[in-house]
């Protein structure tokens, strides 16, 4: 499709695209707690998703926008539902402060690799207040 533009730093060796864009419109691959430049992971549930959160921060400025023009987003979490509830309410206050965008949370029983808890995707649109 000709009117997709794929984000893909890597060419290729992850198999997929970090964001795809389309129109007005961001689709954020799910991202982890991973903290790229020492690849490490926090152990801390709601610190993966700060950092996941900040590694999206980066692929949307690819594109000149922010967090605050996040439309939605899903957070996979591995463990305990209440827990994971908690991580995520403090963590979205933190990230959209009174305005957070529409989500769907879902807990699952692992991810990619066990250090990761979290993994977190977002549609997100090009314009507005970023």
Do not use: W
């Not at 996040?70 to 209440?82: W, Y």
């Amino acid at each position: 499709m000709s009117n997709v533009d794929r984000f893909d730093p890597f060419e290729g060796r992850l198999g997929f695209a970090l964001a795809s864009r389309v129109g007005s419109l961001v689709f954020v691959s799910g991202m982890t707690g991973l903290q790229i430049a020492t690849d490490t992971v926090p152990n801390d549930l709601a610190d993966q998703m700060r950092q996941a959160y900040e590694n999206i921060g980066r692929i949307l400025a690819h594109y000149g926008t922010s967090l605050a023009n996040t439309i939605e987003h899903t957070i996979f979490f591995v463990g305990a539902a209440p827990a994971a509830r908690t991580a995520n309410d403090v963590v979205c206050r933190e990230t959209f402060g009174n305005d957070a965008p529409a989500a769907t949370m879902v807990g699952v029983t692992m991810l990619v690799e066990p250090r990761y808890h979290v993994e977190i995707k977002v549609v997100a649109a090009i314009g507005g207040s970023s």
